[in-house]
C-alpha cells in the first residue's frame, strides 16, 4: 500500500479514481475529479492511496483556503474502513508538514454504516474534535419513485398550491443549454445579492457559472434551470448529479420577482429532470440544525422542509489541529 499527494492527475490516475468514485455510494460530486477546480478558485491538492494490488482504495481533494485551513467535503472516498482511517492519517501527517495548522473534514456520508463505535476508534486513532459551532452536515432528501403526480401531492399545502399559481400565472421553468443563458443566470443571481447589500464580484460569478455549465456539459453531472415569465428570465436553480442523486447546489429569484413562486416551480421542474434520467434521490442540498426562529437558516429550513424530504445526519465535523496554538487561532477566526 502506498499514497501521493499531487497538484494534477494524470489520466490513467484519473481513470482509477473514477472507478472507486462510481462503486461508492452515496457519494457526493466534491470527490468527482474535476468538480473542485470548476467550483473554487482555491489550490487543490490530491490525495491517492493504492492498495497491494494497484488499485485507488482511498482518494480526495483537499481544498487549500485562507487562514492555513486544510478543507476536505465529504471525503476522503475510501474502499474500507482501514482505508479511509490510513487516509486520513496521511493526510494529517502531510497539513503538519507543510505547516499547514487546522484540517477541517466533512466526513462522506458511508463511514456511518461502520457505527458510533468506528467513529469513535477513529476519534482517538486520528485525535480530531468536534463542535456544535461546526456546520455539522445534514440533508433532506426526496425519493423520486412516485410519479410526477405524487411527488406534487405529497408537498406541503402551500408548496403544492404555488406550483399550480406559477403554472397558472404561465410561468415555465426549463433546462439551460447555452452559455448565453448561463450568463443571465449569472448576472440576476449578482442582482439578487446586490440588492441585499451584499458585495458582488460580477465578473468572478460570470467565470464561475461558465465554468460549472462547461464541468456540468463535459461530464454529464449537473443541469441549470431557468424560470420564465415569457421570454424574461426571473430565476433558477443549479444542481449537481453525484452518483443515485441529484443535489440542489444554488439558485436565486430576480429582486424584481420576489413575490412570484420562482423556486417551488425551479425545484419541481429539477425534481422531474431528476427522476426522467432515472436518479433515485433527489438532495435539497443541506438543512442547517441549531439555528433559532427569525434566523434566515430557519426560514430556509422551513421552506426545504415543506417538499417533505427525508432528514439525513452526516457524521459531525472532524477538526484536526496540527500545530501548536492551532486551535487558539481557529476559535480567535471563528469568534
Not at 492527475?9 to 460530486?29: C, F, M
Not at 466526513?107 to 456546520?135: H, M, N, V
Amino acid at each position: 500500500m502506498g499514497f501521493i499527494f499531487t497538484n494534477t492527475l494524470t489520466d490513467e490516475q484519473t481513470n482509477s479514481i473514477l472507478a472507486l468514485y462510481r462503486a461508492s455510494e452515496p457519494v457526493s460530486i466534491e470527490q468527482y475529479p474535476g468538480f473542485a477546480e470548476a467550483n473554487t478558485d482555491n489550490n487543490v491538492i490530491h490525495y491517492i492511496q493504492k492498495d497491494e494490488a494497484g488499485r485507488v482504495s482511498a482518494y480526495t481533494q483537499i481544498d487549500m483556503r485562507q487562514y492555513r485551513i486544510a478543507a476536505i467535503a465529504f471525503g476522503p472516498i475510501a474502499s474500507s474502513g482501514e482505508a479511509y482511517r490510513n487516509a486520513l492519517t496521511d493526510i494529517k501527517q502531510y497539513c503538519r508538514s507543510k505547516l499547514t495548522p487546522i484540517l477541517r473534514i466533512t466526513p462522506p456520508y458511508f463511514i456511518s454504516q461502520y457505527g458510533d463505535a468506528y467513529y469513535e476508534d477513529l476519534r482517538k486513532a486520528i485525535g480530531f474534535e468536534t463542535s456544535e459551532k461546526e456546520i455539522n452536515w445534514s440533508t433532506l432528501v426526496l425519493s423520486t419513485a412516485p410519479s410526477e403526480e405524487e411527488i406534487l401531492k405529497g408537498f406541503a399545502d402551500n408548496h403544492r398550491q404555488s406550483v399550480k399559481k406559477a403554472i397558472k400565472m404561465g410561468l415555465e421553468a426549463e433546462l439551460v443549454s447555452d452559455t448565453d443563458m448561463i450568463d443571465i443566470f449569472s448576472g440576476q443571481h449578482s442582482d439578487m445579492y446586490q440588492n441585499r447589500g451584499l458585495a458582488v464580484d460580477r465578473n468572478k460569478s460570470k467565470v464561475h457559472f461558465r465554468k460549472l455549465f462547461d464541468f456540468f456539459e463535459k461530464n454529464d453531472l449537473g443541469y441549470f434551470v431557468i424560470v420564465k415569465e415569457g421570454e424574461k428570465v426571473i430565476g433558477g436553480v443549479c444542481c449537481v448529479i453525484q452518483g443515485n442523486a441529484v443535489r440542489y447546489l444554488e439558485g436565486y429569484s430576480h429582486p424584481d420577482y420576489r413575490k412570484y413562486p420562482i423556486s417551488h416551480i425551479a425545484l419541481y421542474e429539477a425534481i422531474k429532470i431528476a427522476k426522467r434520467r432515472g436518479i433515485s434521490f433527489f438532495d435539497f442540498g443541506g438543512y442547517a440544525n441549531n439555528v433559532q426562529e427569525g434566523d434566515q437558516l430557519y426560514a430556509i429550513n422551513k421552506f426545504k422542509e415543506a417538499f417533505r424530504g427525508e432528514q439525513v445526519d452526516y457524521p459531525k465535523t472532524m477538526l484536526i489541529f496540527t500545530l501548536p496554538l492551532a486551535k487558539w487561532l481557529y476559535s480567535m477566526k471563528k469568534g
